[in-house]
């Protein structure tokens, strides 16, 4: 399907790590698609957190989440991950995965065509 599907969240304490993963199979090949992570919480708008480019080589992140966050993908399993380490509270929101038509890399939530309907995290102080 075209339409990314997240897993991976859940409940985790301060300092700890999660995996979360996005599946986008279906529709124009996923190997052409620039991949996206957002995040959003009750009240605020939703904010960029990572993004990568259809071959893996070009990444971006929030300044918010440098050092601590990494977006990798396995084109042969259709799959973007988010490895998020050394988790803090305020990291607690709603993931959603975002797909692109385009492969290069983007941070607004604009350049991209499909959406998740998003994991939640919840990072216990």
């Known amino acids: 399907q075209v339409q990314p599907v997240e897993s991976g969240g859940g409940l985790v304490q301060t300092g700890g790590s999660l995996r979360l993963s996005c599946v986008a199979s279906?529709?124009?090949?996923?190997?052409?698609?620039?991949m996206g992570w957002f995040r959003q919480v009750p009240g605020k708008e939703r904010e960029f957190v990572a993004t990568i480019s259809w071959s893996g080589g070009s990444t971006a992140y929030a300044d918010s989440v440098k050092g601590r966050f990494s977006i990798s993908r396995d084109n042969a399993k259709s799959t973007v991950y988010l490895h998020m380490n050394s988790l803090k509270p305020e990291d607690t929101a709603v993931y959603s995965c975002a797909r692109r038509r385009w492969g290069g890399i983007a941070t607004s939530e604009r350049e991209y065509d499909w959406w998740g309907q998003g994991t939640q995290v919840t990072v216990s102080s």
């Open positions: 279906g529709g124009n090949t996923f190997s052409n698609s620039g």
